[in-house]
């Protein structure tokens, strides 16, 4: 069992291939890597997501196999500064890279203003989501 805490604009992003029951989890928490020297790549929607799917074919899966479950993205704070809302950019990032990456989204638990706790049983792909006040969801 992987697990991921305190998604509140931050995603997490579950992929899977169920032919040789791998999988993975990445908590990313910007949707751009513009760091100089690209230094932490995990945390970054476009950079994150590509070496997960790396180290994840370097083990045995295959990219047209992979399937995605992703949570998170929240608003969590009103800002109308430079940043605006950075889970609806984490959002459309995460997307942007799966589809790039030829990965099928199988489901989503995304936006609100509620942060999220994500669990992903890697031995049967299944995912539930935990949120303060409302009750789990399996997706």
């Known amino acids: 069992m992987l697990i991921t805490y305190a998604?509140?604009?931050?995603?997490?992003?579950?992929?899977y291939d169920p032919l040789v029951k791998l999988g993975g989890l990445?908590?990313?928490?910007?949707?751009?890597?513009?760091?100089t020297g690209r230094k932490n790549t995990l945390k970054y929607a476009d950079t994150g997501l590509s070496e997960m799917v790396r180290q994840m074919t370097l083990k045995g899966a295959n990219t047209s196999r992979l399937t995605a479950?992703?949570?998170?993205?929240?608003?969590?704070?009103?800002?109308?500064?430079?940043?605006?809302?950075?889970?609806?950019?984490?959002?459309?990032?995460?997307?942007?890279?799966?589809?790039?990456?030829?990965?099928?989204?199988?489901?989503?638990d995304v936006g609100?203003?509620?942060?999220?706790?994500?669990l992903f049983d890697v031995?049967?792909?299944m995912a539930c989501i935990r949120?303060?006040?409302?009750?789990e969801l399996i997706i």
């Not at 998604?7 to 992929?15: A, E, F, T, Y």
């Not at 990445?26 to 760091?35: A, K, S």
């Not at 992703?70 to 430079?82: D, P, R, V």
């Not at 609100?112 to 994500?118: K, Q, W």
């Open 69 to 108: 479950k992703i949570a998170g993205g929240a608003k969590m704070f009103e800002s109308n500064g430079n940043w605006g809302n950075i889970g609806q950019r984490n959002i459309e990032s995460v997307h942007m890279q799966l589809k790039k990456h030829g990965i099928k989204l199988l489901k989503e």
């Open 131 to 135: 949120s303060y006040g409302k009750p």
């Open 26 to 35: 990445l908590h990313i928490m910007l949707p751009l890597n513009m760091e």
């Open 123 to 125: 031995s049967n792909g």
């Open 112 to 118: 609100g203003t509620v942060a999220r706790t994500l």
């Open 7 to 15: 998604l509140g604009s931050c995603i997490g992003i579950c992929l």
